[in-house]
């Protein structure tokens, strides 16, 4: 599900930065080289990194796309900047799985049909549904994965939220998003309905790539990594949601 990034940083669901750190406990403040030593918790990175890796890949892909749908030569150049930005973060995740000796392609096919999926049954209809699935839909997976980055080993997390920066599409959706709805205010409710029906399939998405594969959902229950129960799982979504909610509002939608 993973594809667009961004840098409304108040508004993420409990982002998770280097200077958490010292908080951090288990396998969380392990490096890489010790925490791997447990098979399960390098299947469930290796799961993780695989998962992002073709979301990266998919969001270079569909940014490429929607830079055929600009308005303006403008807008095709920024999203063509913002394509070329996922890429690279696909070869960072790509070099990170060989480095490891993993096969990137292996890791990353457990993910493709659902996140194919989920992007077949949330298309976009037009430029304006497109920009509101980048910012909104596919921000709910980076909020997910910095979620997860809070338990993983140090190495492994720096490199998750690195791939998670911003590209530059929030500031840009939000400006034309809302400029658009600024011209025509009946655009609004169209976008507010679509936005509704992204969160309730991102979230199932989610859920369902998680419930597949057993490293993960092990990771996110407690068993491998730090700090993680079955209450904090739902405190989690609810985190997301809110998340949701406040991106919203900052395109001038209703939740």
């Known amino acids: 599900m993973r594809s ?3 840098s409304d940083k108040p508004e993420h669901a409990a982002e998770t930065t280097d200077a958490d750190a010292a908080a951090h406990t288990g396998v969380a403040a392990q490096d890489w080289a010790t925490a791997a030593a447990d098979p399960q918790y390098r299947a469930a990175v290796v799961d993780l990194l695989g998962a992002l890796a073709y979301g990266e890949l998919a969001a270079f892909e569909r ?7 600009a308005p303006t030569l ?5 999203l063509a900047k913002m394509a070329s930005a996922e890429f690279h973060h696909f070869e960072r995740l790509r070099g990170r799985l060989t480095e490891i000796g993993e096969a990137p392609t292996a890791a990353m096919e457990p993910f ?3 996140l194919d999926g989920f992007h077949r049954q949330t298309a976009p209809s037009d430029w304006l549904e497109g920009l509101v699935k980048a910012y909104v839909g596919d921000s709910i997976a980076s909020d997910f994965y910095r979620e997860v980055a809070a338990r993983l080993d140090a190495d492994t997390r720096s490199l ?16 034309r998003v809302r400029a658009a709805i600024d011209a025509d205010p009946r655009v609004g409710g169209r ?64 939740a």
């Not at 940014?63 to 749908?69: I, Q, R, S, T, V």
């Not at 791939?163 to 959706?173: C, I, M, Q, W």
């Open 112 to 114: 493709v049909a659902a």
């Open 191 to 254: 976008l507010a309905l679509w936005a509704r029906r992204l969160m309730g399939e991102a979230l199932s998405q989610s859920q369902r790539v998680v419930a597949e594969r057993d490293a993960l959902s092990t990771m996110l229950v407690g068993g491998v990594a730090d700090g993680f129960d079955l209450a904090e799982v739902g405190r989690m979504f609810s985190r997301i949601t809110e998340a949701h909610t406040k991106r919203m509002a900052a395109l001038g939608l209703a």
């Open 63 to 69: 940014l490429a796309e929607d830079a055929k749908l």
């Open 74 to 78: 403008e807008d095709k150049a920024e």
């Open 4 to 6: 667009m990034t961004t």
């Open 160 to 175: 998750v939220l690195a791939v998670l920066d911003d590209t530059g599409h929030a500031g840009f959706a939000v400006d």
